[in-house]
């Protein structure tokens, strides 16, 4: 049986274990240079640097994951710096694209680990130099060394705020502020189901009073007014106050984000049907417990089916890789299974409350001023795509997103919506006067990243 | 309760969307009935290409019709859907083409064309940024491209606002004729009647014409496109190629939209998808045309689902079988640039019963005599 694992983040890790210790040698792709993923993305070689600062509290599972995927990789067919950019379910072959050489492969099953990416809330100036994603931002510490800026602003909210800012200060950057759209009440209000999520939870607080402790300027409930800059790069954030009050602080680069959204495109192309899920606040693949589509052979988990972050990635990879041996005759393991089925649940339970903590600010996509750049590819403003959700356009209005993609080109640039997608919505809801869920999500065209055009010779 | 009309459309693409803008404008009481949304099937995410050069000798008095619409879109509807005349030029790639193109000069001139052959050592003049394949080509300075996205829903706006009711998500699910007038239902549960009915159904114009005891051999056609990010612009005219399997345009934002072979599609769901294969296959293609296209990336691709007849002409025209029944569907890849014009074509038809255009290479019951 041709099985292949898309992704070598924790999901993808511990699914290749399960399949290899069944016997199985799964061809497994990973676009990136190497295995880790985002959380335990390693530094290119020769650039070598220690666990413990690189990945602080996660040194032990990032040295335990690493020493898996290392000694993985030669038990498998291995193949880094390839994109899957397209999937097709009927044919079952992957479209695969490695240092500009594209090929097809074929499977019978695959899982797809295909992980998330920060959840962005455009602001006004939002498209300076210097301004990256919170994810950016901490991939450029761990694996290059280097900061996005010398005096950093951090904004938006969820643990991924936290945990970034705590991360560059300790690196000996200067954090000019961390401001969290969430109030401090309502993290407070969600503590006792976090305490569930024991560690995670304690490390969470231990980041926030680490900074306090140092005296790095901390602002809760905040509503962000605009990233100040030029050409020449970010110069400062301003923000409003739970009070009313504005606030200014100087910085040369910002790091934003609120929460993650599955990447979840190639289980879409692969025609798994997807529900809006209330409590993330996000579109994700449909799935059983254990990880199964309702596409046969194609199986999904980690970040990529719903986030719940690196631990239950861990747990639902190998959860997968079960689910598809048993589904092709294999003998598992059925005690091995309650147990990871046991682990998913009290994962998924502490979910909730961490969900709870860090809402989605939707409003606050809603909210966006007419003129702030909304679809950075395409150079669309809030309001242009208000203008079409309008009955007055020449187009009469667009009543679901994929239709005011059509009319006003939002979502359709190099990212694809990856970015500006979840901000369009809420936009358009709002002014269609709708729930955001109504006005559906962008459907996934392939290639799912762009792929370059070969030159004439090489294509003979 | 049945709402009654005088013309019921079925199908609302830019045939059936503009037949119903130039029947309400003429103060029938139209009902369009379209099972998703107006211009979500072929009208809405096709290449785009507004392009008379080429076509079957029977089409160009329905093209040339349709041009003058379009040269008029924006007071017709409000928006231009982003036309522009940048001119259509069709490449040859060796000598056959070449005398392909040689050919069709005297098309052109018996329907008022106009067509400029450029030579071998001239094109790579002009178009400095064509490739050493190119051998020479022939310029349609009337012809260019319009955004397919916008042109559909913009007409279907003009027809409601002309007085036209224009229902989306109503699939018509029964059909009965009782001798003077057309009795549909719709998957919803509404009811219409009306003397005349329209069949513009694209594709599935085949099934309506079907049930009124008139089949024809229609087969689903997918195109394959693709579409680069934004670079320079630099390349001015829409670009085909004798043949056809590779064509591709600029719009002025930068991106290079690229056609060329087909994809795959079921039209009972209905969906359709590009062809990962087709689309280098056309990707190789289309840097041999322009080279600087090399190391441009493609951000998306996608097909649709046209009806293609054995003859690559449409059926337009009365049925031959049920009174008040007018076909135009099965415009076999080439109907985006006629819709206006079918429209006004059909509007004629019903209300004056003729119409100036020449429709006889069009009839239903062709494809009878030729099994005959
Ligand atoms: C930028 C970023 C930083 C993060 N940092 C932290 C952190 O410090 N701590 C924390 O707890 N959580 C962090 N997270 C959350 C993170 O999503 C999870 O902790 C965890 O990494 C999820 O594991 P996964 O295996 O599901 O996905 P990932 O770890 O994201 O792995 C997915 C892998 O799939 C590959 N891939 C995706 N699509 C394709 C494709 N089409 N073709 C080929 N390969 C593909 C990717 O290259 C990647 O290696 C971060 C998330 C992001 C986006
Ligand atoms: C990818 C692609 C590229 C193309 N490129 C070009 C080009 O560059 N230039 C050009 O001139 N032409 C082009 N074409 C062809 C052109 O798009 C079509 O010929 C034209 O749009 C057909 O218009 P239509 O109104 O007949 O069909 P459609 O646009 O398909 O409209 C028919 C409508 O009928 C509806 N319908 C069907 N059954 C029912 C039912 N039972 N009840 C209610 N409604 C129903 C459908 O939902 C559909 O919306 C291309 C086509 C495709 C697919």
Redesign the pocket.
């Known amino acids: 049986m041709r099985v292949a694992v898309?992704?070598?983040?924790?999901?993808?890790v511990r699914a290749v274990e399960a399949l290899v210790a069944a016997g199985l040698t799964p061809v497994w792709?990973?676009?990136?240079p190497d295995?880790?993923?985002?959380?335990?993305q390693r530094p290119p070689p020769g650039l070598l640097r220690d666990p413990g600062k690189l990945y602080g509290f996660?040194a032990g599972p990032a040295t335990a994951l690493h020493a898996a995927l290392d000694a993985l990789k030669p038990r498998t067919d291995w193949r880094p710096e390839?994109?899957?950019?397209h999937l097709r379910p009927g044919a079952q072959r992957l479209s695969t694209l490695h240092r500009g050489r594209q090929a097809e492969l074929a499977y019978d099953a695959a899982i797809l680990?295909?992980?998330?990416?920060?959840r962005v809330i455009p602001i006004p100036g939002w498209t300076w130099p210097g301004v990256t994603?919170l994810?950016?931002a901490?991939?450029a510490l761990k694996t290059q060394g280097c900061g996005i800026g010398r005096r950093v602003v951090f904004l938006g909210t969820g643990?991924?705020l936290w945990?970034v800012a705590y991360q560059y200060a300790k690196a000996g950057a200067q954090v000019a502020a961390v401001l969290d759209t969430t109030p401090f009440a309502t993290k407070a209000m969600a503590a006792p189901g976090l305490l569930r999520g024991g560690t995670t939870f304690a490390k969470g607080l231990y980041y926030t009073a680490w900074l306090r402790a140092r005296g790095v300027r901390i602002a809760e409930g905040i509503t962000p007014l605009a990233i100040e800059g030029t050409a020449h790069g970010v110069t400062g954030v301003a923000w409003r106050d739970s009070a009313g009050r504005t606030h200014h602080v100087d910085c040369d680069a910002t790091g934003m984000g609120w929460g993650?959204k599955p990447?979840a495109?190639?289980a879409d192309l692969a025609a798994v049907p997807f529900r809006f899920d209330a409590q993330q606040h996000n579109w994700v693949p449909q799935r059983d417990a254990a990880g199964r589509t309702p596409v046969p052979g194609i199986y999904l988990?980690?970040?990529?089916a719903g986030?719940g972050?690196?631990e239950v990635?861990e747990i639902a990879?190998a959860r997968a890789a079960l689910a598809l041996l048993e589904d092709s005759g294999h003998r598992v393991d059925a005690a091995q299974v309650t147990r990871l089925d046991a682990r998913l649940a009290r994962q998924a339970r502490f979910r909730t409350a961490l969900e709870r903590a860090f809402p989605f600010p939707a409003a606050l996509a809603r909210a966006m001023a007419d003129d702030t750049i909304l679809c950075r590819c395409e150079g669309l403003r809030a309001g242009e795509l208000r203008a079409a959700a309008r009955a007055e356009a020449a187009t009469g209005p667009a009543p679901e997103v994929n239709r005011a993609k059509a009319f006003t080109r939002v979502g359709m640039g190099r990212c694809q919506g990856r970015i500006c997608g979840a901000a369009a919505a809420e936009i358009l809801a709002a002014e269609l006067g709708r729930d955001v869920a109504e006005v559906g999500r962008l459907r996934g065209q392939p290639p799912?990243?762009p792929i370059p055009i070969a030159p004439a010779a090489e294509a003979a | 309760m049945t709402t009654s009309c005088d013309v019921l459309i079925q199908g609302g693409g830019g045939a059936g969307c503009s037949a119903a803008l130039h029947m309400a404008q003429r103060g029938l009481r139209v009902v369009l009935l379209e099972r998703g949304l107006v211009g979500g099937q072929a009208s809405g995410v096709n290449y785009g290409g507004v392009r008379q050069q080429g076509r079957h000798p029977a089409e160009l008095p329905i093209a040339r019709r349709s041009r003058e619409i379009w040269g008029r879109l924006k007071e017709l509807i409000g928006t231009d859907a982003e036309f522009e005349v940048t001119g259509h030029l069709k490449l040859a790639r060796d000598e056959a083409e070449e005398a392909e193109l040689i050919a069709y000069l005297d098309v052109a001139k018996a329907y008022d064309l106009p067509l400029r052959m450029i030579g071998r050592n001239a094109i790579h003049q002009e178009y400095a940024w064509l490739g050493p394949k190119v051998v020479a080509g022939s310029f349609a300075p009337e012809d260019g491209s319009a955004n397919p996205r916008l042109l559909v829903p913009a007409l279907a706006r003009a027809a409601r606002a002309a007085g036209a009711d224009i229902r989306e998500h109503a699939e018509v699910v029964e059909h009965a004729h009782d001798g003077t007038r057309f009795h549909l239902r719709t998957s919803g549960g509404d009811s219409f009647a009306a003397p005349v009915l329209l069949n513009m159904a694209g594709f599935w114009g085949g099934a309506l014409a079907a049930r009124f005891g008139e089949p024809v051999p229609v087969v689903p056609l997918s195109p394959n496109m693709a579409v680069t990010e934004p670079v320079r612009y630099f390349i001015e005219p829409n670009l085909g190629v004798v043949g056809g399997n590779v064509y591709l345009r600029q719009i002025r934002r930068g991106n290079v939209i690229i056609g060329g072979g087909h994809g795959e599609s079921d039209p009972a769901v209905p969906w359709s998808r590009p062809l990962p294969e087709v689309t280098l296959q056309t990707l190789r293609r289309a840097v041999e045309l322009v080279p600087a296209l090399a190391g441009v990336n493609i951000i998306r691709s996608w097909s649709g689902i046209d009806g293609k007849m054995p003859d690559r002409i449409p059926v337009i025209g009365p049925s031959r079988t049920t009174p008040g029944l007018f076909h135009a569907f099965g415009f076999s890849g080439h109907g985006f640039q006629l819709g206006p014009g079918i429209g006004a074509i059909m509007a004629e038809l019903v209300l004056d019963g003729r119409t100036d255009i020449p429709l006889d290479a069009f009839r239903i019951d062709r494809f009878l005599e030729t099994a005959a």
């Open positions: 898309v992704g070598a983040g924790p999901a993808g792709i990973d676009e990136a295995g880790g993923g985002r959380i335990y996660e390839t994109l899957v950019w680990c295909t992980g998330a990416m920060d994603t994810g950016a901490q991939i643990p991924l945990l993650l990447e495109q190639l988990a980690g970040d990529g986030i972050g690196a990635a990879g799912v990243k």
